[in-house]
């Protein structure tokens, strides 16, 4: 199983953000939580932190359901004075289907709970794979 490995780093835009190498494997889902308290907290923005918790949760879920490898890249990216983006990277090139679901189904609302908390997300193709992101925005 591959070690996690996190780190701080500082984006050629000047952006701040965290990173951490986690294994395909649903216990990783805490981790990438705590990576997102984490950077948040230094931020001094725990006003997204219940919302950032859950999106990276779901995110996480659906690579580790969906892509292929042993490994996953969580990253959280300040954007700006009050804005994050919250990414998952995976060895898959397929994008993620959000799937309509109606009530009696417990499966496959994970998209749409991303959808629902952050202010935009999608999809960034990669040589290798995707990173699927979120943000989330001060008044939003």
């Known amino acids: 199983m591959p070690r996690a490995e996190a780190s701080a780093l500082v984006h050629r835009t000047g952006q701040p953000g965290y990173t951490e190498s986690l294994p395909r494997v649903p216990a990783s ?3 990438a939580r705590r990576l997102v308290r984490l950077a948040l907290a230094c931020w001094r923005l725990d ?33 700006g004075r009050e804005a ?7 060895f898959s090139k397929a994008p993620p289907q959000r799937r309509d679901t109606n009530g009696t189904v417990e ?12 202010a935009a997300w999608g999809t960034e193709p990669l040589p ?9 925005r001060g008044g939003q």
Request: no cysteine.
């Open 29 to 31: 889902a805490a981790a």
């Open 47 to 79: 006003v997204f932190a219940e919302d950032a918790a859950l999106i990276v949760t779901e995110l996480v879920a659906n690579t580790v359901q969906h892509a292929r490898r042993e490994s996953i890249r969580v990253t959280v990216t300040r954007l």
């Open 84 to 90: 994050v983006r919250i990414g998952v990277v995976d």
């Open 107 to 118: 499966d496959g609302r994970g998209l749409a709970v991303v959808e629902h908390l952050s």
């Open 128 to 136: 290798w794979g995707k990173r699927v992101w979120a943000e989330l």
